[in-house]
T-cell receptor
Framework: GQQLNQSPQSMFIQEGEDVSMNCTSSSIFNTWLWYKQDPGEGPVLLIALYKAGELTSNGRLTAQFGITRKDSFLNISASIPSDVGIYFC?????????????FGKGTKLSVIP | DAGVIQSPRHEVTEMGQEVTLRCKPISGHDYLFWYRQTMMRGLELLIYFNNNVPIDDSGMPEDRFSAKMPNASFSTLKIQPSEPRDSAVYFC?????????????FGPGTRLLVL
């Protein structure tokens, strides 16, 4: 089946630093999404990308849909303590009637005040 | 909007017992998804419904798992009999075609522990 490789698996950063994480796939996706999961909660959608090359921002978050359709990255600028959590990428490939999302294993972010 | 509601939030049961997880999707959403999350396998889609009809149940691990959606505002995921390897967090999510059904809204999850 399809797999998403998300990296890094975890990262520790100082408050105020910028963060970058990415997802790669051996398959083409036509939609990329980024979610954040806080401890004890469900994933919350941060950004959705629908077109190759698309660059979308949501506050301090910026995500891009790779030109090859096989990758995406998420940047967080000027990190703050509430950015702590697990960030998941998810992709959807075009398939007849299929609306399945494939999720990465997540990047666990820790912010040191 | 209250968001996706799941119950119970936590469930501890013994091997062999029946477990029923419940979900109320966001009002007006026409897609409902059941996921399982474990450390080893991450988030896995079990089954999804469109307009209360099961569309793809290929992720359901085995016959011990079943899901129903009797109406637009309620769905259940049942495990009978439960086994220790079923211990995981089970999420329900919903979405609506008009806003892009890939944009799924997750509930808080049910943490299941089977002893």
């Amino acid at each position: 089946g399809q797999q998403l490789n998300q990296s890094p698996q975890s990262m520790f950063i100082q408050e105020g630093e910028d963060v970058s994480m990415n997802c790669t796939s051996s398959s083409i996706f036509n939609t990329w999404l980024w979610y954040k999961q806080d401890p004890g909660e469900g994933p919350v959608l941060l950004i959705a990308l629908y077109k190759a090359g698309e660059l979308t921002s949501n506050g301090r978050l910026t995500a891009q849909f790779g030109i090859t359709r096989k990758d995406s990255f998420l940047n967080i600028s000027a990190s703050i303590p509430s950015d702590v959590g697990i960030y998941f990428c998810a992709g959807r490939s075009r398939g007849a009637g299929s609306y399945q999302l494939t999720f990465g294993k997540g990047t666990k972010l820790s912010v040191i005040p | 909007d209250a968001g996706v509601i799941q119950s119970p939030r936590h469930e501890v049961t013994e091997m062999g017992q029946e477990v029923t997880l419940r979900c109320k999707p966001i009002s007006g959403h026409d897609y409902l998804f059941w996921y399982r999350q474990t450390m080893m396998r991450g988030l896995e889609l079990l089954i999804y419904f469109n307009n209360n009809v099961p569309i793809d149940d290929s992720g359901m691990p085995e016959d011990r798992f079943s899901a129903k959606m009797p109406n637009a505002s309620f769905s259940t995921l049942k495990i009978q009999p439960s086994e220790p390897r079923d211990s995981a967090v089970y999420f329900c999510a919903s979405s609506h075609t008009t806003v892009g059904m890939e944009t799924q809204y997750f509930g808080p999850g049910t943490r299941l522990l089977v002893l």
